[in-house]
């Protein structure tokens, strides 16, 4: 065995023959792994026990999505085109009525959508709002099942007109709102499988948002005008310190000079103007057809107005979206963190505590050497009880979350390896950064103090009490960024939600998070290791 191997195989021994080191490490895993599986999350996808886990509504890619909208629509055999003039969008935040707000609780705010969107339902407060990605226009639908293929050109709320299809794509057009002074014209256009959505301020001049394949499009569609309005969410309380409140809205778009084109003779030979009647429907809602409140389709004239609650979009996890992502299986990473961050500190500060410093190095007057030897027991042991405590909360936890009826977005293979290898590299290479501050401050309580505030009450205050900018600072510059590595849930532009990060959203990429982390350790290691070899024991 070589010298390196000696003065590794001494500090191992060390750490395991103190006994309180050890059942801190182990209960820590427990801990870990105690918080990921506790039942505490309910959903309301139904009764607690097998079978109540929400169903996904996938989407054409696989995606989960989310597609309830109000529908006019007819059916639009062949080639042809649909266009439409949008005079009017508005929009209304629902009150939550008397059960309060929807529960963050991980499971899809379906209960609120429902009410919004029930025929029949009693009218509840509300009360007028801009709500930005509110929408209103046309669709070309593969049919009125949810999750079937799609593509829409429309009027938004407050980010001009789009084009979307198959639910994660999104183009934008002209930006602005409409009004009565200020109108857009809209129109889809297919050919074969493809479909064009274009705009016009006046219906003479028009612009081409974007044209794209559906592949496997039917020959007969349903096309129409919808109108759909996404959950609301927003933080509220004071400067530190705020919480989450939000509830279902609806939207209320109004056309005119609406006309279809296609290759069906309803009306006589191709091409000319086909006028079955149009039929009104709640995609994604209970209900033969729209009522109010929450989906409402009126008709004087050639004047359609059309109400709605939903949304037409991927799935999101997070106040404003659906169920939560991986990452809440390990809640209790921060108290493993905790004690690995104290252990760590303790692994070095006890020897200049109890004079056993002077031993050590003269047994090991290679001062560099010994420093590496304790950090990689203390990194080996950390990543270890780390890797162990992850896997078992993540495997496990995602059941126990689904059993009670929570929705918990899925992830790919690769990725939960990654968040759980990452979640034991973190707290491998925190254990690491530990050492080095202890190395320099040499008094206990002062070490543990001050590696606490550096690794571990970052996480804290930025999923608790602070601002979302301040918190996004601090997971960009703190070794909290390595938390990044848990995130599994995607951000989508398009889709309205508070990406914070206590909603699992970090500012940085998974690996680049882990970097920050890295990059203090290596600062702290390298410094101590340098005063370690000037200082006298």
């Not at 226009?137 to 593969?142: M, Q, T, V």
């Amino acid at each position: 065995m070589n010298a390196f191997g000696q003065v590794l195989r001494a500090e191992f021994t060390k750490f395991r023959t103190v006994r309180g080191w050890v059942v801190a490490a182990v209960a820590a895993a427990g801990a870990t792994i105690l918080l990921g599986l506790l039942p505490g999350m309910q959903g309301s996808c139904g009764r607690n026990g097998p079978g109540s886990e929400c169903a996904p509504t996938l989407g054409p890619g696989g995606e989960v999505v989310v597609d309830s909208f109000a529908f006019a629509h007819r059916p639009l055999t062949g080639d042809g085109s649909i266009t439409v003039r949008v005079t009017s969008l508005t929009s209304r935040l629902l009150d939550p009525g008397p059960d309060g707000p929807p529960p963050d609780d991980g499971s899809p705010h379906e209960a609120s959508a429902r009410e919004a969107a029930t025929p029949g339902a009693s009218p509840r407060g509300s009360r007028p709002a801009v709500v930005p990605w509110s929408k209103a226009g046309l669709i070309l639908k593969a049919g009125t099942a949810q999750s079937s293929s799609y593509a829409a050109v429309l009027v938004t709320g407050g980010h001009g007109v789009r084009m979307q299809y198959d639910y994660t794509h999104d183009r934008a057009g002209t930006p602005g709102t409409v009004s009565t002074d200020s109108p857009r014209w809209l129109r889809l256009t297919r050919t074969g499988d493809t479909v064009a959505g274009a705009e016009s301020p006046d219906g003479t001049t028009w612009t081409t948002v974007g044209s794209v394949r559906l592949a496997g499009l039917p020959p007969t569609v349903e096309a129409g005008l919808f109108t759909t309005s996404p959950q609301h969410a927003e933080r509220v309380g004071g400067s530190l310190g705020a919480g989450t409140t939000g509830g279902p809205t609806e939207a209320t778009g109004t056309f005119d000079h609406l006309l279809v084109r296609d290759e069906a003779r309803s009306a006589g030979a191709p091409g000319q103007v086909a006028r079955p009647a149009w039929e009104g429907e709640n995609v994604g809602m209970p209900g033969p057809a729209p009522q109010v409140p929450g989906g409402d389709l009126e008709r004087a004239g050639g004047v359609f107005t059309v109400t709605g609650s939903g949304d037409i979009a991927p799935a999101v996890a997070g106040a404003a979206g659906i169920g939560v992502s991986l990452a809440r299986t390990l809640a209790g990473t921060f108290v493993m963190l905790l004690v690995v961050t104290v252990v760590s500190t303790g692994f070095i500060t006890a020897e200049y505590r109890c004079g056993l410093i002077r031993t050590t190095l003269t047994a090991s007057p290679r001062r560099g050497r010994l420093l590496a030897a304790k950090a990689v027991v203390v990194g080996a042991v950390a990543f270890v009880t780390g890797l162990v405590a992850a896997a078992v909360a993540v495997v496990l936890g995602q059941r126990v979350l689904r059993g009670n009826g929570v929705y918990v977005h899925p992830a790919t293979t690769p990725t939960e390896l990654r968040v759980i290898v990452g979640t034991a590299a973190l707290l491998a290479v925190a254990a690491v950064l530990a050492l080095g501050l202890g190395t320099l401050l040499r008094r206990g309580v002062t070490a543990v103090a001050t590696a606490v505030a550096v690794i571990v009450l970052p996480y804290l205050l930025a999923m608790t009490v602070l601002p979302d900018g301040a918190a996004r600072w601090l997971l960009r510059v703190s070794p909290a960024a390595a938390f990044a590595l848990q995130q599994t849930a995607t951000q989508y532009p398009q889709v309205a939600n508070l990406y914070t990060p206590a909603n699992g959203y970090f500012p940085l990429a998974p690996w680049a998070g882990f970097g920050v982390l890295a990059g203090w350790a290596a600062l702290a290691l390298g410094t101590a290791a340098v005063l370690l070899r000037r200082r006298s024991a």
